[in-house]
């Protein structure tokens, strides 16, 4: 199972981790690979998200 930094900061690869830059607020288009769950969730090979 993968860690996130915010949970066990010292985990050898954690799979998620905190962003380097102040994006908060700020949106971003995200292409979903086609096929994957997240497609079959989001029902489109891309969304718009924003950074929190």
């Known amino acids: ?3 996130a930094a915010e949970n066990d900061p010292d ?3 954690p799979l998620i981790v ?3 830059c ?3 607020g700020h949106e ?3 292409r979903i690979t086609r096929d994957s769950l ?3 969730v989001i ?3 891309r969304t718009v998200e924003r950074y929190c």
């Open 28 to 30: 971003g288009a995200v």
């Open 43 to 45: 029902g489109a090979d």
């Open 18 to 20: 905190p962003i380097a």
């Open 38 to 40: 997240a497609e079959r």
């Open 22 to 24: 102040a994006l908060n």
């Open 11 to 13: 985990a050898p690869h």
């Open 1 to 3: 199972m993968q860690a």
